[in-house]
């Protein structure tokens, strides 16, 4: 395990409190456990506030002994719940003892609405300071990576690249979807994946990634993905199926893991034999759309762009119905940032015209989905760079045949 | 797949229509995924609204056409969220259309505040409806399982134990907690583990539990749990680590999976060699804790009696510092319900009153943490029957012992 410098965790706060300033909020409440990774260095249960100015604090449940070793700010043991307020009367009294009501953003995307509430009622006090949402404010200050997030992002696509090698190196006839990922897990397993690659949206669950042949690969789901797969059944209805991959059809090989806390996030197809007429050259528009992809990452062009300039292209090859799934179940992105959750920002879709900057991570996934036969594709991520696209996926870029 | 039929689903919807009269609400608003399996056998993505008489609908964002193959409710497409008052309206009319303002619950415990704010804005419409927590309600119809239910618990420890077998018969010394645990979680993904142990609890993890060998087991954690593991690091902090297996320490294997979504959650301690005395010991406590346990396990008796009768045996055997974490990383629980996902009711705890009864399906882990040396007990899963337990872990009880 790679641990960074504490002034790493520093500067990132400094950056939320510069946010904090121009948002005119009074301080930022952190409770989700990857927050407080972000801010602190540390994810034992508690909470972190982190005011507009002046130092940070964890208030922390457990383990107070585990978050001092780990947290790069002053550790508080919080006892109670109930003594959360008092504290920070004590700790910030010119925020909440100065009969003044204060403005504190919080997470209100991922906290549950009844520990919202509750901490709601908290934080009200005496003086009726409030808790807004702060959502926007986390999820723009972690789109843009430092170098020591961008390495840890890179040892995830090494760990990636060495375990699909190894497992694609077994796939024959009659292998079944789930066997192939219980291989490449094993494979990302060994090499210090978490288990999960962690996600920001309610109800989405992603492990590993999936493995899709033919038209397991290509069944509607209820996965924000170009193809989520057929499943293990209605109680997990994405992802790996039990079916058999054969002869002659297209493999899609959607995978990532966890490293330190960052994921990778990468698409390759793979075939026994050789994939369709239609299908390979459905699988050669993937590849030119992301060769576009790459030429428009530069800094300054909205992302949004990278999406409409991938529809068009999508269009002119007559492949419009097939672009990133098929009929209602497509979806509306080309891409989405990754880093310590796999549906960061930005997005690669229509309504987000911010400019790509230096420093943000994307997972760039065109595919194409033909219903009955399967799904082709690629998925890369790269890091933007003042020069134009660094790509971090280690895998080569080729179709993976296996005679 | 075991797909059950529709009655498993209606008879859910129809228990819970009862406890909304109880309580006086209007109807139930679904927005978990795992609920909305648990009600009407699809885990697509949309809401599903139960009245508190008549029929349910699942409105489906996507996949319709899933959602129509697999729910035992009436499924209707929701365009958009905008949309979802006015088919409200339309489909419940005298609920919605009334002119009265209707109270709808929800599960506030786990829905994000930012979707619970639209949701409430949504359903407030112009007559005022209003969205209150019915977590409990939920988590209440959960905790008794129906006869198909036990049976996908017991799909899943007979695969928990397959895949122990396979494993342990691979432990030796220098093997790595993070090396054994990959061996048994593809034996167990092999068997249809679908990945991940669902939890309820905000900022929880659990894929398949750890494995923790001497005192890394023992380190403190934010796991709500008697052993939470040293972790991969400060970005993982609990379950495995790479600590190598030496001989003479516990193993502390605490493990489970996930089948059809159901999940099974069990303990059993292995060395290598044989358990240092105080530690054989203290094993031993918590063999006879979990007998005596089973001995109280029958309908009515309350729940945190159990807890309070095995505080009671650890302190007559001069353990009351080891048992369950140590110092102030104690927690304050002897067992847990399971079900579709792994901190269900009821909690073997004080505060918790209310009588077991039969359909109950309950995790008991009696340990005993000896910081710098490691952890050591056991966990069954039970049902509750109107005889007494039935004991639904099906891995031989016993010390695991590696020559």
């Excluded at 590849?287 to 992809?293: F, G, L, P, Y």
């Excluded at 033909?370 to 020069?387: A, H, K, L, M």
Aim: charged share 20%; net charge negative; hydrophobic share 40%.
């Amino acid at each position: 395990m790679q641990v960074p410098g504490k002034n790493e965790f520093l500067s990132r706060i400094d950056r939320l409190q510069q946010s904090l300033r121009t948002q005119g909020s009074d301080g930022f409440l952190v409770t989700q456990h990857i927050a407080l990774y972000y801010l602190t260095g540390s994810m034992q249960a508690g909470f972190a506030f982190v005011p507009t100015a002046g130092d940070a604090t964890f208030y922390v449940r457990r383990s107070v002994d585990r978050a001092q070793d780990e947290s790069a700010v002053r550790v508080e043991p919080l006892p109670t719940l109930r003594a959360f307020r008092p504290m920070l009367e004590r700790d910030y009294p010119q925020l909440f003892a100065s009969g003044r009501a204060a403005t504190i953003a919080t997470e209100m995307d991922v906290l549950p609405a009844q520990t919202y509430a509750k901490l709601a009622q908290l934080i009200a006090g005496g003086d009726g300071s409030v808790l807004t949402d702060g959502s926007a404010m986390i999820r723009r200050l972690r789109m843009i990576k430092s170098p020591y997030e961008i390495g840890r992002i890179e040892a995830a696509a090494a760990a990636t690249a060495e375990a699909l090698e190894e497992a694609t190196a077994e796939l024959k006839e009659g292998m079944s979807e789930l066997a192939l990922m219980a291989r490449i897990e094993y494979g990302l397993r060994m090499r210090g994946h978490i288990g999960l690659m962690r996600t920001r949206s309610y109800n989405m669950e992603i492990m590993t990634g999936m493995v899709g042949a033919g038209e397991a690969a290509a069944e509607p789901s209820a996965f924000d993905g170009p193809a989520g797969g057929r499943g293990l059944g209605p109680a997990a209805p994405q992802s790996v199926s039990r079916r058999l991959i054969s002869r002659g059809e297209p493999i899609l090989i959607d995978i990532g893991c966890c490293i330190d806390g960052y994921v990778i996030d990468q698409t390759r197809t793979a075939v026994i034999g050789s994939l369709p007429d239609g299908l390979a050259a459905a699988y050669e528009q993937s590849v030119a759309i992301i060769r576009e992809a790459e030429r428009l990452m530069m800094p300054g062009t909205p992302s949004e762009l990278l999406y409409a300039a991938a529809i068009e292209q999508a269009a002119k090859a007559g492949l419009s119905a097939n672009f990133m799934g098929h009929g209602m179940n497509q979806v509306k992105f080309l891409g989405h940032g990754i880093g310590l959750e796999v549906d960061e920002w930005p997005v690669l879709a229509r309504g987000f015209a911010d400019p790509l900057e230096p420093g943000m991570t994307i997972a760039v996934e065109p595919k194409f989905t033909f219903p009955g036969r399967g799904v082709v594709g690629i998925e890369n991520s790269y890091v933007v760079t003042d020069r134009g696209p660094r790509q971090l996926t280690k895998s080569p870029e080729k179709l993976i045949v296996v005679p």
